[in-house]
T-cell receptor, first 116, second 111 residues
Protein backbone atom coordinates (compact mmCIF):
# COMPACT_ATOMS: atom_id res chain seq x y z
CA UNK A 1 0.00 0.00 0.00
CA UNK A 2 0.86 3.67 -0.16
CA UNK A 3 3.20 5.11 2.44
CA UNK A 4 2.40 7.95 4.80
CA UNK A 5 5.03 9.03 7.28
CA UNK A 6 4.68 11.13 10.38
CA UNK A 7 7.25 12.89 12.51
CA UNK A 8 7.96 12.86 15.36
CA UNK A 9 6.65 9.51 16.55
CA UNK A 10 6.47 10.76 20.11
CA UNK A 11 7.07 14.00 21.94
CA UNK A 12 7.08 15.12 25.54
CA UNK A 13 6.79 18.83 26.20
CA UNK A 14 6.10 21.27 28.98
CA UNK A 15 2.74 22.92 29.33
CA UNK A 16 2.55 26.15 27.34
CA UNK A 17 4.92 25.14 24.58
CA UNK A 18 4.03 24.51 20.94
CA UNK A 19 4.55 21.25 19.12
CA UNK A 20 4.70 20.71 15.37
CA UNK A 21 3.79 17.38 13.81
CA UNK A 22 4.55 16.60 10.17
CA UNK A 23 2.63 14.29 7.88
CA UNK A 24 4.14 13.29 4.54
CA UNK A 25 2.90 11.21 1.66
CA UNK A 26 6.03 9.48 0.43
CA UNK A 27 5.05 7.95 -2.88
CA UNK A 28 1.98 9.87 -3.95
CA UNK A 29 0.61 13.39 -3.97
CA UNK A 30 -2.19 14.34 -1.62
CA UNK A 31 -4.18 17.52 -2.13
CA UNK A 32 -6.13 16.57 0.96
CA UNK A 33 -4.97 15.10 4.25
CA UNK A 34 -6.91 14.42 7.39
CA UNK A 35 -5.88 14.85 11.01
CA UNK A 36 -7.35 12.64 13.71
CA UNK A 37 -6.96 12.48 17.46
CA UNK A 38 -7.30 9.29 19.43
CA UNK A 39 -7.53 9.15 23.22
CA UNK A 40 -6.71 5.88 25.00
CA UNK A 41 -9.19 3.10 24.29
CA UNK A 42 -11.28 5.38 22.11
CA UNK A 43 -11.99 5.72 18.44
CA UNK A 44 -10.39 8.10 15.98
CA UNK A 45 -12.01 11.51 15.94
CA UNK A 46 -11.54 13.75 12.94
CA UNK A 47 -10.06 17.10 13.89
CA UNK A 48 -9.66 18.79 10.54
CA UNK A 49 -9.25 18.40 6.82
CA UNK A 50 -6.04 19.83 5.44
CA UNK A 51 -6.28 21.27 1.94
CA UNK A 52 -3.26 22.07 -0.19
CA UNK A 53 -3.33 25.72 -1.19
CA UNK A 54 -6.26 26.71 0.96
CA UNK A 55 -7.41 26.91 4.55
CA UNK A 56 -8.05 23.81 6.59
CA UNK A 57 -11.58 22.79 7.45
CA UNK A 58 -12.06 22.17 11.15
CA UNK A 59 -14.62 19.92 12.80
CA UNK A 60 -17.03 21.34 15.30
CA UNK A 61 -15.43 21.87 18.68
CA UNK A 62 -11.85 21.95 17.40
CA UNK A 63 -10.16 25.30 17.96
CA UNK A 64 -8.50 26.44 14.77
CA UNK A 65 -6.27 28.90 16.62
CA UNK A 66 -4.99 26.17 18.87
CA UNK A 67 -4.48 23.49 16.23
CA UNK A 68 -2.81 25.23 13.32
CA UNK A 69 -2.73 23.32 10.07
CA UNK A 70 -0.59 24.14 7.08
CA UNK A 71 -0.65 22.13 3.87
CA UNK A 72 2.58 23.46 2.40
CA UNK A 73 2.88 21.15 -0.57
CA UNK A 74 1.25 18.17 -2.24
CA UNK A 75 3.20 15.84 0.04
CA UNK A 76 3.34 17.67 3.37
CA UNK A 77 0.82 18.78 5.96
CA UNK A 78 1.74 20.03 9.41
CA UNK A 79 -0.27 20.25 12.61
CA UNK A 80 0.95 22.63 15.28
CA UNK A 81 -0.49 22.32 18.76
CA UNK A 82 -0.04 25.78 20.21
CA UNK A 83 0.28 26.44 23.93
CA UNK A 84 -0.16 22.76 24.66
CA UNK A 85 -1.77 21.70 27.94
CA UNK A 86 -2.00 18.29 29.61
CA UNK A 87 -5.49 17.75 28.20
CA UNK A 88 -3.96 17.90 24.71
CA UNK A 89 -2.00 14.74 25.44
CA UNK A 90 -3.19 12.21 22.90
CA UNK A 91 -2.29 10.13 19.85
CA UNK A 92 -2.41 12.29 16.72
CA UNK A 93 -2.70 10.48 13.39
CA UNK A 94 -2.86 11.80 9.87
CA UNK A 95 -4.26 10.08 6.83
CA UNK A 96 -4.21 10.73 3.12
CA UNK A 97 -6.34 9.40 0.26
CA UNK A 98 -4.15 8.00 -2.47
CA UNK A 99 -6.56 8.65 -5.28
CA UNK A 100 -6.14 5.11 -6.59
CA UNK A 101 -8.89 4.16 -5.95
CA UNK A 102 -10.11 7.60 -4.89
CA UNK A 103 -11.50 6.65 -1.54
CA UNK A 104 -8.69 4.57 -0.10
CA UNK A 105 -6.93 6.25 2.80
CA UNK A 106 -3.68 5.29 4.44
CA UNK A 107 -2.62 6.38 7.86
CA UNK A 108 0.63 7.69 9.19
CA UNK A 109 2.21 5.89 12.16
CA UNK A 110 0.90 8.47 14.59
CA UNK A 111 2.48 10.88 17.05
CA UNK A 112 2.06 10.34 20.74
CA UNK A 113 2.04 13.68 22.54
CA UNK A 114 2.51 13.96 26.28
CA UNK A 115 2.20 17.40 27.81
CA UNK A 116 3.54 17.70 31.32
CA UNK B 1 -23.37 14.51 9.43
CA UNK B 2 -22.60 10.83 9.31
CA UNK B 3 -22.88 8.69 12.42
CA UNK B 4 -21.44 5.19 12.62
CA UNK B 5 -22.35 2.75 15.37
CA UNK B 6 -20.28 -0.39 15.95
CA UNK B 7 -21.07 -3.53 17.96
CA UNK B 8 -19.90 -5.27 20.01
CA UNK B 9 -17.32 -3.14 21.78
CA UNK B 10 -15.47 -6.25 22.92
CA UNK B 11 -15.50 -9.74 21.46
CA UNK B 12 -13.75 -12.81 22.79
CA UNK B 13 -13.57 -15.97 20.69
CA UNK B 14 -11.73 -19.24 20.78
CA UNK B 15 -8.99 -19.79 18.22
CA UNK B 16 -10.49 -21.29 15.09
CA UNK B 17 -13.93 -19.84 15.67
CA UNK B 18 -15.49 -17.07 13.59
CA UNK B 19 -15.88 -13.45 14.63
CA UNK B 20 -18.50 -11.03 13.38
CA UNK B 21 -18.51 -7.28 13.93
CA UNK B 22 -21.44 -5.14 12.85
CA UNK B 23 -21.78 -1.48 11.97
CA UNK B 24 -24.64 0.78 11.05
CA UNK B 25 -24.44 4.16 9.39
CA UNK B 26 -26.88 7.04 9.14
CA UNK B 27 -26.08 8.88 5.91
CA UNK B 28 -27.54 7.14 2.88
CA UNK B 29 -25.09 9.10 0.68
CA UNK B 30 -22.11 7.22 2.13
CA UNK B 31 -20.68 4.92 -0.50
CA UNK B 32 -17.38 3.65 0.82
CA UNK B 33 -16.94 1.41 3.87
CA UNK B 34 -13.44 0.39 4.97
CA UNK B 35 -12.39 -1.73 7.90
CA UNK B 36 -9.20 -1.03 9.80
CA UNK B 37 -7.22 -3.15 12.25
CA UNK B 38 -5.26 -1.32 14.91
CA UNK B 39 -2.75 -2.92 17.20
CA UNK B 40 -1.77 -1.21 20.42
CA UNK B 41 0.14 2.00 19.80
CA UNK B 42 0.20 1.56 16.04
CA UNK B 43 -1.53 3.04 13.04
CA UNK B 44 -4.82 1.68 11.72
CA UNK B 45 -4.19 -0.74 8.87
CA UNK B 46 -6.73 -1.13 6.09
CA UNK B 47 -7.75 -4.79 5.94
CA UNK B 48 -10.70 -4.73 3.58
CA UNK B 49 -13.14 -2.26 2.10
CA UNK B 50 -16.37 -2.31 0.16
CA UNK B 51 -18.12 0.15 -2.09
CA UNK B 52 -21.84 0.69 -2.28
CA UNK B 53 -22.21 -0.98 -5.65
CA UNK B 54 -21.14 -4.32 -4.16
CA UNK B 55 -22.94 -6.47 -1.61
CA UNK B 56 -20.10 -8.68 -0.48
CA UNK B 57 -16.35 -8.90 -0.74
CA UNK B 58 -13.98 -11.58 0.45
CA UNK B 59 -10.24 -11.76 0.95
CA UNK B 60 -9.03 -15.09 2.30
CA UNK B 61 -10.33 -15.35 5.89
CA UNK B 62 -11.91 -11.91 5.88
CA UNK B 63 -15.21 -10.93 4.31
CA UNK B 64 -17.41 -7.86 4.44
CA UNK B 65 -21.10 -7.63 3.63
CA UNK B 66 -23.11 -4.51 2.94
CA UNK B 67 -26.86 -3.97 3.13
CA UNK B 68 -27.54 -0.52 1.69
CA UNK B 69 -31.25 -0.67 2.37
CA UNK B 70 -30.75 -1.31 6.04
CA UNK B 71 -27.60 0.83 6.14
CA UNK B 72 -25.46 -1.73 7.86
CA UNK B 73 -22.29 -3.61 7.06
CA UNK B 74 -20.43 -6.40 8.78
CA UNK B 75 -16.94 -7.83 9.04
CA UNK B 76 -16.55 -11.60 9.18
CA UNK B 77 -13.31 -13.26 10.20
CA UNK B 78 -13.18 -17.03 9.88
CA UNK B 79 -10.71 -19.46 11.45
CA UNK B 80 -9.51 -16.81 13.87
CA UNK B 81 -5.92 -16.86 15.03
CA UNK B 82 -4.27 -15.23 18.06
CA UNK B 83 -2.63 -12.68 15.76
CA UNK B 84 -6.09 -11.47 14.79
CA UNK B 85 -6.37 -9.99 18.29
CA UNK B 86 -6.55 -6.21 17.91
CA UNK B 87 -9.03 -3.36 17.80
CA UNK B 88 -11.11 -3.24 14.64
CA UNK B 89 -12.75 -0.07 13.36
CA UNK B 90 -15.39 0.29 10.71
CA UNK B 91 -15.80 3.58 8.88
CA UNK B 92 -17.95 5.26 6.29
CA UNK B 93 -17.37 8.06 3.84
CA UNK B 94 -18.74 9.64 0.72
CA UNK B 95 -16.69 10.11 -2.44
CA UNK B 96 -13.30 10.02 -0.76
CA UNK B 97 -14.12 12.55 1.89
CA UNK B 98 -13.23 12.22 5.54
CA UNK B 99 -13.91 8.94 7.27
CA UNK B 100 -16.36 8.67 10.12
CA UNK B 101 -15.32 5.85 12.41
CA UNK B 102 -17.29 3.50 14.56
CA UNK B 103 -16.37 3.17 18.21
CA UNK B 104 -14.16 0.14 17.70
CA UNK B 105 -14.29 -3.52 18.68
CA UNK B 106 -11.61 -5.11 20.80
CA UNK B 107 -11.23 -8.65 19.50
CA UNK B 108 -9.48 -11.20 21.68
CA UNK B 109 -8.70 -14.61 20.24
CA UNK B 110 -7.89 -17.12 22.92
CA UNK B 111 -5.47 -19.91 22.00
Amino acid sequence: GAVVSQHPSWVICKSGTSVKIECRSLDFQATTMFWYRQFPKQSLMLMATSNEGSKATYEQGVEKDKFLINHASLTLSTLTVTSAHPEDSSFYICSAPTGIPPETQYFGPGTRLLVL
Amino acid sequence: GENVEQHPSTLSVQEGDSAVIKCTYSDSASNYFPWYKQELGKRPQLIIDIRSNVGEKKDQRIAVTLNKTAKHFSLHITETQPEDSAVYFCAASYAGNMLTFGGGTRLMVKP
